[in-house]
T-cell receptor, first 115, second 113 residues
Framework: ETGVTQTPRHLVMGMTNKKSLKCEQH?????MYWYKQSAKKPLELMFV???????ENNSVPSRFSPECPNSSHLFLHLHTLQPEDSALYLC??????????????FGEGSRLTVL | AQKVTQAQTEISVVEKEDVTLDCVYETRDTTYYLFWYKQPPSGELVFLIRRNSFDEQNEISGRYSWNFQKSTSSFNFTITASQVVDSAVYFCALKINNNDMRFGAGTRLTVKP
């Protein structure tokens, strides 16, 4: 199995829908992240979890709601999104938090289109 | 301010040419890490290299090499004898604290046969 798996790979939703993105890591890592990648913009950090506790929320609108039930799974619940939320959402993990924690391991992303 | 600038939005080369991707960073921290990632069409970012701020030694890995110069706050990436499989978006990133990895906007490299 690949290290970090994201489902679904593609999602189209209306502004009133509720959907969820799922991320699973098989690396035994303790930290997990959600990033947003919009066209021609740097990756934006959204949320960081360490051992299932949220340690960072980068001023993300409440229509994005993360959930980390255990250190291997991370969800991003989506509700009442706007068209400008259309982007590639990338999940990543690292062995732990910390400046010296090393590199991030990324999934292939979930391409979200909001109509 | 912590910032990473990749001034080259897109680069196109012909196979076997050498190509250098530029990365300039800004930080007031003395301890930090720099990274390069490759994002192929499949989407996931693939880690290429990590360098800490106290290690200015350049590195070579096969056709890839990295030139870290603190004096100019640059961490440039060179691909020698490029191949079509090198076509991807390349991201430079700066890590200055526990959680914050700042990415540049990326450089899209196209290698034509």
């Amino acid at each position: 199995e690949t290290g970090v798996t994201q489902t679904p790979r593609h999602l189209v939703m209306g502004m009133t829908n509720k959907k969820s993105l799922k991320c699973e890591q098989h690396l035994g890592h303790n930290a997990m992240y959600w990033y947003k990648q919009s066209a021609k913009k740097p990756l934006e950090l959204m949320f960081v979890y360490s051992l299932e506790e949220r340690v960072e929320n980068n001023s993300v609108p409440s229509r994005f709601s993360p959930e980390c039930p255990n250190s291997s799974h991370l969800f991003l619940h989506l509700h009442t999104l706007q068209p400008e939320d259309s982007a590639l959402y990338l999940c990543a993990s690292s062995p732990r938090l910390g400046l010296k924690a090393g590199e991030l391991f990324f999934g292939e992303g979930s391409r979200l289109t909001v109509l | 301010a912590q910032k990473v600038t990749q001034a080259q939005t897109e680069i196109s080369v012909v196979e076997k040419e050498d190509v250098t991707l530029d990365c300039v960073y800004e930080t007031r921290d003395t301890t930090y890490y720099l990274f390069w990632y490759k994002q192929p069409p499949s989407g996931e970012l693939v880690f290429l290299i990590r360098r800490n701020s106290f290690d200015e030694q350049n590195e070579i890995s096969g056709r890839y090499s990295w030139n870290f110069q603190k004096s100019t706050s640059s961490f440039n990436f060179t691909i020698t004898a490029s191949q079509v499989v090198d076509s991807a978006v390349y991201f430079c990133a700066l890590k200055i604290n526990n959680n914050d990895m700042r990415f540049g906007a990326g450089t899209r490299l196209t290698v034509k046969p």
